[in-house]
């Protein structure tokens, strides 16, 4: 699976941006997934997760409320909506799949197979 993450950019705070991130040539319908994020000289995070049977969604506390997590049923397509940003956000984002028919969306990084390459978020105060 190859996915390709998009739409990063320069947001000021309280801003938005939408994420998406697209798989090359196959269905996501059968794949959990999630965004993480790295900050500069910070380990990476996770941000949010939504499963493959039932689109149950799990969100770090830091982006509760704010960011919102969806995918495409056509099965090619994920989503990050970024609401209410802060500099904190500041990050390359990063899309990951694994392989996972059920309603469980796991936040943990060792479970993910397939990375994204990575989209750069900036947040101006």
């Known amino acids: 699976v190859q996915l390709q993450a998009s739409g990063g950019g320069l947001a000021q705070a309280g801003g938005s941006l939408l994420l998406s991130c697209a798989a090359s040539?196959?269905?996501?319908?059968?794949?959990?997934m999630a965004w993480f994020r790295q900050a500069p000289a910070k380990e990476r995070e996770f941000v949010a997760a939504?499963?493959?049977?039932?689109?149950?969604?799990f969100y770090a506390d830091p982006v509760k409320g704010r960011f919102t997590v969806s995918r495409d049923y056509a099965g090619t397509t994920m989503y990050l909506q970024m609401n209410s940003l802060k500099p904190e956000d500041t990050a390359v984002y990063y899309c990951?799949?694994?392989?996972?028919?059920?309603?469980?969306?796991?936040?943990?990084?060792?479970?993910?197979?397939?990375w994204g390459q990575g989209t750069l978020v900036t947040v101006s105060s």
């Open positions: 990951a799949a694994r392989w996972s028919v059920s309603d469980y969306a796991s936040p943990l990084q060792s479970e993910y197979n397939y």
């Open positions: 040539g196959r269905t996501l319908s059968n794949y959990g």
């Open positions: 939504i499963s493959s049977l039932r689109g149950s969604t």
